[in-house]
Nanobody
């Protein structure tokens, strides 16, 4: 069983920054990939960014150059640094951890970008 603790959401003005974090804890799991997904109001959940154990990152085109994902393998923690935020980034952001026999989702943290 894996528990995911997310933090860092909030309200920010356009052009501002936020940093999300997600820490995985528990036992009997093996994580290969950690990542962030989001669901905007009325939309389906979509990929934001993922990062593998080896540090290979993948980003949605809409966030490239603005968001940076990073992780600490020893601490099973992943961060998402979000800069130059836009109103269209408003969504609930979900942490995901994936690996052999492992596929868990966090409860989500709300990010609101509004003037």
């Amino acid at each position: 069983q894996v528990q995911l603790e997310e933090s860092g959401g909030g309200v920010v003005q356009p052009g501002g920054s936020l940093r999300l974090s997600c820490a995985a804890s528990g036992s009997g799991f093996s994580i290969y990939r950690m990542g962030w997904y989001r669901r905007a109001p009325g939309e389906q959940r979509e990929l934001v960014a993922t990062i593998t154990t080896g540090g290979r990152a993948n980003y949605a085109d809409s966030v490239k150059g603005r968001f940076t994902i990073s992780r600490d393998n020893a601490k099973n923690t992943v961060w998402l640094q979000m800069n130059s935020l836009k109103p269209e980034d408003t969504a609930v952001y979900y942490c995901n951890v994936f690996g052999p026999g492992t596929d868990y989702w966090g409860k989500g943290t709300l990010v609101t970008v509004s003037a």
